[in-house]
């Protein structure tokens, strides 16, 4: 078995506010998340991620922070905070928190005191201009919501930069005092008991920013330090970043040795995985499978279908996003920053079960370490009457009971989705427990299954030709043995011929995952598969076969 657990790993993302309310305030807390450890062990989650946990004034759902060195009151305690992690250390299930250091809240005391006085010792801790620079209005992120990516700031008469929303400066990671004062706050977290971070907007962390050009340094080393520095706390410690970038710059973030962040956020195939879907076809993953760079051994993708922000289809092509638009967002309501869609999965996929089912399989098949986000085991639907991406990030729904069994209270941090196909009266993990047929169920089936084959995570990926346009193969092969993964991403059934390319023959191919019960594959010649059908095949298993 590899050594590096986060290649073998099921990450579940989940904000704590909208998981668990446990005190009756409205609020999901860590108390309430503790206590639905079981859920997620039963599950099959390996680790956890938490979106942000700190104090924040909440105008961009806590990744605007005023304290890394505390948890939101709302939230609990840091008392609380370590109760989580022996808990979670119990079940055998690893945390990873959110690191936000491209900036900070404008309410952070850095940043108050920086405006307030020239002298003041943070007014290095973040970039300014003394007047508007010519690029004021160029890169930024959130078109519609954000004018631009400098703001005047009329206490200190000077402009600030910031990537992100007008209220979140960013931090002047050139100011050697900022790094040192990050790498603080990692080594606080690590001794706390967490297993690594998820590190946001990892690009422009790095990039040194002068007001007078658009051009950018990448402090590419900065990463090497970070690495260094959890490595002699935390041996074991991972730090999966969130680095839309081009593939061609992607290799500079695992490193050229793989001596930066061991794990990124596959965004690339992400937007080829819906384009396939739109369109029924295998054709834009065997594209991005093969196109994929070769990383270094220690390094990881991670894979997701949808996390808390829109799909950022901005990577596609005109025509490509037209037809994902198309059959998957229509509405002008449900698209968001020109380049995205703010739904979740199920009703994208019109709430059908086995599309949803042959998505996930999609997901997982593909090379790197699943990240699944809390109700999508459920197929929780969005609420597209909330603010941008708040849409798709309402209460868990735990039962058809008040409020979903979120909480006690009569108002919730954000309402509960109670109405339609999706609200909780329909969709909750209660019933869907009792029902062998639920999606929960069939998750609770397929986690096991892909914890027990670790080819997935760290095996070599090749593409199979099975000369049919809809469908997908991919073969892993590692120490542990080797595995197939045949999926029909159009809806009518087909049979495909698998057996006369080198090295896929050998073996006794078992179904160990199906969408239903197949004839056994025998040679290879004649696999057959239902429309959404998808098959993983074991061929060989070194040990305990
Ligand atoms: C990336 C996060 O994923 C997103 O939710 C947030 O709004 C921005 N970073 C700004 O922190």
């Known amino acids: 078995m590899p050594e590096r657990w986060y290649q073998q790993a099921v990450i579940y993302c989940l904000d704590v506010e909208t998981f668990q309310d446990s005190n009756g305030d409205g609020v999901g807390d860590l108390r309430g998340l503790t206590s639905r450890l079981d859920y997620l062990a039963r599950l099959g989650v390996s680790t956890i991620w938490l979106n942000p946990i700190h104090p924040t004034p909440g105008r961009d759902d806590g990744y605007d922070l005023t304290d890394y060195y505390a948890v939101d009151p709302r939230l609990g305690t840091l008392g609380d905070f370590v109760e989580l992690v022996h808990q979670c250390d119990n079940r055998g299930i690893r945390l990873i928190i959110d690191l936000v250091v491209n900036h900070t809240s404008d309410e952070h005391p850095w940043f108050v005191s920086a405006r307030s006085d020239p002298d003041s010792p943070y007014r290095d801790w973040y970039v300014w201009s003394p007047t508007e620079p010519p690029n004021a209005e160029e890169g930024v992120v959130f078109p519609g919501y954000q004018r631009g990516t400098w703001s005047h700031d009329e206490q200190s008469d000077s402009w600030y930069h910031h990537r992100f929303y007008a209220f979140q400066p960013d931090l002047n990671w050139s100011n050697p005092a900022v790094r040192e004062e990050i790498g603080r706050v990692v080594a606080f977290w690590l001794e706390l008991g967490v297993s690594g971070f998820r590190m946001d907007g990892a690009p422009f962390v790095i990039e040194e920013v ?86 270094p051994p220690a390094a990881s993708w991670a894979t997701f279908l949808r996390n808390h922000d829109e799909i950022d289809l901005s990577g596609l092509r005109e025509s490509e996003r037209a037809d994902v638009f198309a059959k998957f967002g229509p509405d002008k309501d449900m698209q968001l920053y020109d380049r995205g869609i703010r739904r979740r999965l199920a009703p994208m996929l019109g709430g059908d079960p086995e599309r949803i089912r042959l998505a996930y399989v999609l997901q997982f098949s593909l090379p790197g370490t699943p990240v699944i986000r809390y109700g999508e085991e459920i197929g929780m639907g969005e609420d597209l009457s909330l603010d941008q991406r708040n849409a798709i990030r309402t209460p868990m729904q735990w039962a058809d009971a008040p409020q979903a069994g979120f909480s006690p209270a009569e108002e919730t941090v954000r309402p509960v989705i109670a109405k339609g196909d999706f609200g909780y009266p329909a969709v909750n993990v209660r019933d869907q427990q009792r029902d062998p047929e639920s999606l929960l169920s069939w998750f609770q089936r397929v986690l096991p299954v892909l914890r027990e084959s670790p080819e997935f995570g760290s095996g070599k990926c090749t593409v199979l030709d099975t000369r049919h346009e809809a469908v997908l193969g991919l073969r892993y092969d590692c120490p542990t043995g080797s595995v197939l993964a045949v999926l029909n991403l159009g809806t009518d059934a087909v049979t495909v011929d698998l057996s006369p390319q080198p090295g896929v023959t050998d073996g006794f191919p078992v179904d160990v995952f199906a969408d239903r019960d197949y004839p056994a594959a025998g040679d290879l010649s004649a696999v057959e598969l239902a429309g959404s059908g998808y098959r993983w095949l074991r061929l060989s298993r070194a040990v305990g076969a």
């Open 210 to 295: 002068h007001p007078d050009t658009a051009d950018r340094v990448m402090h590419y080393e900065w990463l090497n330090d970070l690495r260094d520095l959890i490595a002699w706390r935390r041996g074991d410690a991972v730090v999966l970043a969130e680095a839309n970038v081009p593939r061609e710059q992607i290799l500079e973030f695992f490193g050229p040795r793989g001596d930066r962040l061991p794990m990124m956020f596959n965004f690339a195939e992400n937007q080829q995985m819906f384009l396939a879907l739109a369109r029924g076809s295998a054709a834009p993953l065997v594209t991005a499978v093969q196109s994929s760079p070769a990383i």
